[in-house]
């Protein structure tokens, strides 16, 4: 499968996914706009609470190509993060320790990040400044060459946080989502990190997995869908992970036009706006994250990111870093913002509500 962008796809332009999003109703009238959404809380504008994590998007190179990836990653796409850019990231993490606002956990996601050449020397450098590193990692790239064949004991020497898309404890849902053998090599790589001791009690060697619905719906309780994952994987392959993060596909890039194509667009939204959570909106995870793209622009989070709304408020890119004024900006939303707010709530840690 190529992506939109290989595919010349309208929905690569996110100034045509913003119309969609805000397009009139076919029955007429619009959906509520988030910001006044927002405001009948008392949450317009939307501010950060205090800078906490970096999620560095090091690239939309990927070994797979998903059906609802919101990056529209794949092995087609040629964009990486240099290493200057990298270099102007730890930069800007000094700049923070010495302004007394250090930001403790860098979360590193692509595409595949492990598939940028500079990677393990970036991942080196955060650890050495005593960085929690998290890295969203997609399972099937540890087995896609030897040379990936080590990520485990990589990961565990620099204590890494791995955060993995798991579908489904069935073949059948997860390849139906992330393509033909997916499942099979995701399950070799569970175990090839269990054995270096991610996910094994006191081992402090953290494995989460990603649950993500595979249609138009939004997810079930993360407590019960954690506690089925858990049994179903420890009984069928003997795998063990620490958490199970539940997550709502937002209405973007690949998603958007399943939900187009597929004519659930309009009923999906209304689920969304229909259960816009107060206490969700309130952890947001744009209020303590910022978002560096592979080339250095900021963004309030990885969906913004790919929707090109840059951050507002403060300078735009990493070389700029100034976290006082990042602190002060207001954040910048849109339609797609109820999927943060719907039910549960979402964000990459999972659930927020
Ligand atoms: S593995 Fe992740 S980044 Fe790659 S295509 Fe799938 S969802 Fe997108
Ligand atoms: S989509 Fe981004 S900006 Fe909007 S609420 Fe979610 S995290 Fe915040």
Redesign the pocket.
Known sequence: MKSLKRQEHKFSDSFIQLEVLQAARPGGGKFERFEDKLDTIGLFP?RPTQLEIFQVNVGKMCNQTCKHCHVDAGPDRKEIMTRETMQQCLEALDKADVAGFPVKTIDLTGGAPEMNPHFRWFVQELHKRGKHVIVRCNLTIILANPKYHDLPQFFKAHGVEVVSSLPHFSARRTDAQRGDGVFEKSIKALQMLNAAGYGQEGSGLQLHLVYNPAGAFLPGAQVSLEKEFKQQLKRQFNIDFNSLFVITN?PISRFLDYLVQSGNYEGYMEKLVNSFNPAAAAN???RNTISVGWDGQLY??D??QMLDLTVVGAPRHIKDFDVAQLNQRD????Q??Y???AGAGS?CGGQTA
Request: charged fraction near 5%; aromatic fraction near 6%; proline fraction near 0%.
């Open positions: 939307l937002l947001v995870m744009c309030d989070c969906f913004n954040i910048v939303l849109n797609h913002c999927g943060c707010t964000s």
